[in-house]
T-cell receptor, first 114, second 114 residues
Framework: EAGVAQSPRYKIIEKRQSVAFWCNPISGHATLYWYQQILGQGPKLLIQFQNNGVVDDSQLPKDRFSAERLKGVDSTLKIQPAKLEDSAVYLC????????????FGPGTRLLVL | QKEVEQNSGPLSVPEGAIASLNCTYSDRGSQSFFWYRQYSGKSPELIMFIYSNGDKEDGRFTAQLNKASQYVSLLIRDSQPSDSATYLCAVNPLLPGGYQKVTFGIGTKLQVIP
């Protein structure tokens, strides 16, 4: 079974630029999560999708972050414009519907904003 | 008060000893509790989850839950250098509408000294 795929793995941009991350969850996983993990901290949930609907985006900075999951499979997370404090690892995870206790994480995208 | 609190460590134990990792949480309505392991530069991986008060054992790992004290712990017996990682405690409070959201602590860094 293929795992959660993410790209790119690394990204360096300057502040005020835009960046987008892509995630392909495990086949059959209806629930998809985007987390932000700043160095030395635990993952923070940014947004959770159930199929192509948003379940929770309460911690997503909506003035600069956006996410979508068209067709209920792949998802993209965008930051526009980026700030220095957005430097973090962006983790995508997926789980079967109703099985939040078993989330499978992708390798993450390491973003550095200069 | 943080939702999930952990000592960031590092916690150093000699090889073969028992490592004890602790976590407290603030929401008494929390339903389930998880321990994730995260190696440096890697993504979190689920190692155990527990729902009921008491102990749950899986190989060298034992999770302990005390809902009255809002306390969950992870014991690692016969610690090995390969156990050196950051251990993330995560809690799943039941929110209005039946929605569940996983909240992570900052993680405790464990170092097993050969």
């Amino acid at each position: 079974e293929a795992g959660v795929a993410q790209s790119p793995r690394y990204k360096i941009i300057e502040k005020r630029q835009s960046v987008a991350f892509w995630c392909n969850p495990i086949s059959g996983h209806a629930t998809l999560y985007w987390y932000q993990q700043i160095l030395g901290q635990g993952p923070k949930l940014l947004i959770q999708f159930q199929n192509n609907g948003v379940v929770d985006d309460s911690q997503l900075p909506k003035d600069r972050f956006s996410a979508e999951r068209l067709k209920g499979v792949d998802s993209t997370l965008k930051i526009q414009p980026a700030k220095l404090e957005d430097s973090a690892v962006y983790l995508c995870a997926s789980s079967l519907e109703g099985r939040q206790e078993t989330q499978y994480f992708g390798p993450g995208t390491r973003l550095l904003v200069l | 008060q943080k939702e999930v609190e952990q000592n960031s460590g590092p916690l150093s134990v000699p090889e073969g000893a028992i490592a004890s990792l602790n976590c407290t949480y603030s929401d008494r309505g929390s339903q389930s509790f998880f321990w994730y392991r995260q190696y440096s530069g890697k993504s979190p991986e689920l190692i155990m989850f527990i729902y009921s008060n008491g102990d749950k054992e899986d190989g060298r790992f034992t999770a302990q839950l005390n809902k009255a004290s809002q306390y969950v712990s992870l014991l690692i017996r016969d610690s090995q250098p390969s156990d050196s990682a950051t251990y993330l405690c995560a809690v799943n409070p039941l929110l209005p509408g039946g929605y569940q959201k996983v909240t992570f602590g900052i993680g405790t860094k464990l170092q097993v000294i050969p």
